[in-house]
């Protein structure tokens, strides 16, 4: 079955960085965009950055251009996004993404803390 298991949230001071990681299982993964999505409390989620199937383009939402990089390793089935720069406002449970057929599939989610 399809599973998505993201990694290497925490807590980060504004200004730092963090990478996240997204690996993936149960389909073949260079033949599908991916994306990432986060949630704040209180918030819906938001697509943040959709990776193309072969990782050569990705677009991204206003709030995270020249900020967050997204990109992937299709021989290690695994989704990353580096994150500079970090604001307090981009706190929140980010998830990775595939839509298969007719089916969304989601990780568990990794939380990121932007505090001082």
């Known amino acids: 079955q399809v599973q998505l298991v993201e990694s290497g949230g925490g807590l980060v001071q504004p200004g730092g960085s963090l990478t996240l990681s997204c690996t993936a299982s149960g389909f073949t993964f260079s033949k599908y965009d991916m994306s990432w999505y986060r949630q704040a409390p209180g918030k819906e989620r938001e697509l943040v950055a959709t990776i193309t199937k072969s990782g050569r383009s990705t677009n991204y939402a206003d709030s995270v251009k020249g900020r967050f990089t997204g990109s992937r390793d299709n021989a290690q089935n695994t989704l990353y996004l580096q994150m500079n720069s970090l604001k307090p406002e981009d706190t929140a449970v980010y998830y990775c993404?595939?839509?298969?057929?007719?089916?969304?599939?989601w990780g568990q989610g990794t939380q990121v803390t932007v505090s001082s």
């Open positions: 993404n595939s839509n298969i057929g007719w089916s969304a599939y």
